[in-house]
């Protein structure tokens, strides 16, 4: 055990990330050494900050807790603290069951935490945290919470209504991440789209990365966790004209049928769906869309899995996640709906969905040899330096590798890269 160290480990998603380097952050400037998600937590204090999405998520932090419980058992760390989306949710339960954790936090409360262990929880400013990403990308949490209700979703449970940040506030953070040698910005959020709607009414995300863009030292804006309804015409106007923003959108679509969207409460339509898709091709030449699938919703037919099928095909996702559905409590579906599709029917449609996107993917990568991109160096690792395109996010998106032999780059700098071979999701390149 190590005195004064605090170990943090993050479950879950990026806005769980943020949370963590908020945490962080303030440990830190109350004399703490900080440590993050390490395999061998040895600090005198373990923060478990964690997701409470889907079950596999939560079975994974309840996992951890109690490894970390059985070393507090043993005298390896001293306090174990629980913060985050699972807490939130299921605190009372949580302390029943885990006595050995010496208090649960929420999702919103955590900072509590350093005043329950007499510390001052103020930094010198609300958005101060420790970058846990290479020093040259950060993730920007807009805004909290969720207005959308859809049927399988526990998100709004957890996080509550839609709640946006000032703009002058994020602006503000931007531009400290930039004098600290950020160069690309991730902005998340639970739902992009939404950005402003509790302010004024107004949807307000065009304006927001318009005013972004414009600091200085920002080169890649990037956009995730979009919602496919009423998706404005603006923010399409912006990504297609804006140079430094990625000609990128990340947007769950879920299913395409119209029974499954209908009963997920979706609010958006087969024939609308196709239509945005055209759309965002159309306007933003070029552009790399990342989406989320579900198979398995209660009632999916084979013809409703075959549609989606059909859709897959005709939209050439450049990215493409998928899961099996999963009832999560007090949400509609669980209240409404019978889990009806066996598992292992929902394991067979996930796989054939996947091996679609597999050789989509697959032929994406491979026409893309021969062109140029622009790369930004992420890390070297083994004979191979890691970059990325525009096209590509952090941890989640094909990697371009650079042979190490060829010549030495630089971590956060930026390179003509030509193509040169693929694999199934990297891609190869030589630095011209």
């Given at each position: 055990?190590?005195?004064?160290?605090?170990?943090?480990?993050?479950?879950?998603?990026?806005?769980?990330?943020?949370?963590?380097?908020?945490?962080?952050?303030?440990?830190?400037?109350?004399?703490?050494?900080?440590?993050?998600?390490?395999?061998?937590?040895?600090?005198?204090?373990?923060?478990?900050?964690?997701?409470?999405?889907?079950?596999?998520?939560?079975?994974?932090?309840?996992?951890?807790?109690?490894?970390?419980?059985?070393?507090?058992?043993?005298?390896?760390i001293k306090h174990l603290f629980v913060m985050g989306c699972l807490s939130e949710r299921y605190s009372q339960e949580l302390r029943d069951e885990l006595p050995e954790v010496d208090k649960f936090y929420g999702k919103f409360n955590y900072k509590q935490l350093i005043e329950d262990l007499g510390?001052?929880?103020?930094?010198?400013?609300?958005?101060?945290?420790?970058?846990?990403?290479?020093?040259?990308?950060?993730?920007?949490?807009?805004?909290?919470?969720?207005?959308?209700?859809?049927?399988?979703?526990?998100?709004?449970?957890?996080?509550?209504?839609?709640?946006s940040r000032p703009v002058a506030d994020i602006v503000d953070e931007v531009k400290m991440l930039v004098a600290n040698g950020v160069k690309e910005i991730q902005v998340i959020a639970q739902e992009l789209t939404y950005y402003g709607i509790d302010i004024d009414g107004k949807r307000h995300i065009a304006e927001l990365i318009?005013?972004?863009?414009?600091?200085?030292?920002?080169?890649?804006?990037?956009?995730?966790?979009?919602?496919?309804?009423?998706?404005?015409?603006?923010?399409?106007?912006?990504?297609?004209?804006?140079?430094?923003?990625?000609?990128?959108?990340?947007?769950?679509?879920?299913?395409?049928?119209?029974?499954?969207?209908?009963?997920?409460?979706?609010?958006?339509?087969?024939?609308?769906?196709?239509?945005?898709?055209?759309?965002?091709?159309?306007?933003?030449?070029?552009?790399?869309?990342?989406?989320?699938?579900?198979?398995?919703?209660?009632?999916?037919?084979?013809?409703?899995?075959?549609?989606?099928?059909?859709?897959?095909?005709?939209?050439?996702?450049?990215?493409?996640?998928?899961?099996?559905?999963?009832?999560?409590?007090?949400?509609?579906?669980?209240?409404?709906?019978?889990?009806?599709?066996?598992?292992?029917?929902?394991?067979?449609?996930?796989?054939?969905?996947?091996?679609?996107?597999?050789?989509?993917?697959?032929?994406?990568?491979?026409?893309?040899?021969?062109?140029?991109?622009?790369?930004?160096?992420?890390?070297?690792?083994?004979?191979?330096?890691?970059?990325?395109?525009?096209?590509?996010?952090?941890?989640?998106?094909?990697?371009?590798?650079?042979?190490?032999?060829?010549?030495?780059?630089?971590?956060?700098?930026?390179?003509?890269?030509?193509?040169?071979?693929?694999?199934?999701?990297?891609?190869?390149?030589?630095?011209?």
């Amino acid at each position: 055990m190590k005195k004064n160290q605090v170990d943090i480990i993050t479950m879950g998603c990026s806005k769980n990330l943020v949370d963590s380097e908020t945490l962080l952050k303030l440990f830190e400037v109350n004399g703490y050494k900080c440590v993050h998600d390490s395999k061998n937590p040895q600090g005198e204090i373990v923060v478990v900050n964690t997701c409470g999405f889907i079950q596999d998520a939560k079975e994974e932090s309840i996992s951890t807790i109690l490894e970390l419980a059985e070393a507090k058992r043993k005298g390896k760390i001293k306090h174990l603290f629980v913060m985050g989306c699972l807490s939130e949710r299921y605190s009372q339960e949580l302390r029943d069951e885990l006595p050995e954790v010496d208090k649960f936090y929420g999702k919103f409360n955590y900072k509590q935490l350093i005043e329950d262990l007499g510390k001052n929880r103020q930094p010198s400013c609300s958005y101060s945290r420790c970058l846990t990403t290479p020093h040259h990308y950060a993730y920007l949490k807009i805004s909290e919470g969720c207005d959308r209700r859809c049927s399988y979703c526990a998100i709004p449970i957890i996080t509550g209504k839609h709640k946006s940040r000032p703009v002058a506030d994020i602006v503000d953070e931007v531009k400290m991440l930039v004098a600290n040698g950020v160069k690309e910005i991730q902005v998340i959020a639970q739902e992009l789209t939404y950005y402003g709607i509790d302010i004024d009414g107004k949807r307000h995300i065009a304006e927001l990365i318009s005013r972004i863009s414009e600091v200085d030292g920002v080169e890649w804006i990037r956009l995730h966790y979009a919602y496919p309804t009423d998706f404005p015409q603006e923010l399409i106007d912006v990504i297609r004209n804006k140079p430094n923003v990625c000609k990128y959108i990340d947007i769950a679509l879920q299913h395409i049928s119209d029974r499954v969207l209908k009963s997920m409460h979706r609010n958006v339509s087969k024939e609308e769906t196709y239509a945005l898709i055209e759309k965002l091709r159309r306007e933003v030449p070029g552009i790399h869309i990342r989406t989320t699938l579900m198979v398995g919703f209660p009632g999916e037919t084979e013809e409703d899995f075959n549609e989606l099928l059909d859709f897959v095909k005709w939209a050439r996702f450049e990215r493409m996640g998928a899961f099996s559905y999963s009832e999560e409590d007090d949400t509609f579906s669980a209240r409404n709906y019978q889990d009806d599709i066996p598992y292992e029917v929902k394991e067979e449609r996930l796989s054939r969905l996947m091996a679609l996107q597999q050789n989509i993917s697959s032929e994406i990568s491979a026409s893309k040899i021969g062109n140029v991109y622009r790369v930004i160096i992420d890390r070297k690792e083994g004979d191979y330096y890691i970059g990325r395109t525009e096209y590509s996010s952090p941890d989640v998106d094909p990697e371009v590798l650079i042979p190490v032999a060829q010549k030495r780059l630089r971590s956060g700098c930026f390179y003509n890269v030509r193509i040169t071979d693929s694999e199934e999701f990297d891609l190869y390149g030589e630095v011209l």
